[in-house]
């Protein structure tokens, strides 16, 4: 079974970038998996930031960005802030109607 | 504004059932397809079921398939979660979304599902 991979935890300072990725244990992401991203804060329900790889949102800031870098999807946070601290998940779209979302990724801005 | 907001959630034994509604406004709701998503307590996001717009079409994760059934009324602007022989695993926020294509795009607040004897 595939597993969608991202890491456990990632660090950026204030202002800076981060590059958070979404793989697969077995074989590379493309646009055909139609990646999506959701942020969550403790206690809130996910907010969709990224979906079809790279469109925003309704009202999500363009500080965040979705694209394919090499094998994996990305999500790039510019300009980090201090309520960007959240859990981020990304989810694939494994065919056949089914999706697979990642353990995620626990971002501290500090 | 598009509001989901879930409800039917509660206690129940292992073996038991239990309904989860999830009732849409602020779109055309037949238009939309829908999903739930679970989240175990302090862990991650949980990919469970999706129906089309016109409910002709379903998927399941492995996890839940045989046991719960995904359903919508379209004239009720609501979305169902029928969840039979529950399990200890099963107990979760369970999360009703609007799909656009492949993903979610609008979240409810979520219903929390508890199963313990």
């Known amino acids: 079974q595939t597993v969608v991979t991202q890491e456990p935890s990632f660090s950026v300072s204030p202002g800076g970038t981060a590059t958070l990725t979404c793989g697969l244990s077995s074989g590379s992401v493309s646009t055909s998996y139609y990646p999506s991203w959701y942020q969550q804060t403790p206690g809130q329900s996910p907010r969709t930031l990224i979906y079809d790889t790279n469109t925003r949102s309704s009202g999500v800031p363009d500080r965040f960005s979705g694209s394919i870098l090499g094998n994996k999807a990305a999500l790039t946070i510019t300009g980090a802030q201090a309520d960007d601290e959240a859990d981020y998940y990304c989810?694939?779209?494994?065919?056949?109607?089914?999706?697979?979302f990642g353990g995620g990724t626990k971002l501290t801005v500090l | 504004e598009v509001q989901l907001v879930e409800s039917g959630g509660g206690l129940v034994q292992p073996g038991g059932s239990l309904r989860l509604s999830c009732a849409a406004s602020g779109l055309t709701f037949g238009n939309y397809a829908m999903g739930w998503v679970r989240q175990a307590p302090g862990k991650g996001l949980e990919w469970v079921s999706v129906i089309s717009g016109d409910g002709d079409y379903t998927k399941y994760a492995d996890s839940v398939k045989g046991r719960f059934t995904i359903s919508r009324d379209n004239s009720k602007n609501t979305l169902y979660l029928q969840m039979n022989s529950l399990r200890v695993d099963d107990t979760a926020v369970y999360y009703c979304?609007?799909?656009?294509?492949?993903?979610?795009?609008?979240w409810g607040q979520g219903a929390l599902v508890t199963v313990s004897s």
């Open positions: 979304g609007t799909l656009h294509n492949y993903g979610y795009t609008q």
């Open positions: 989810l694939l779209y494994m065919g056949s109607g089914v999706r697979v």
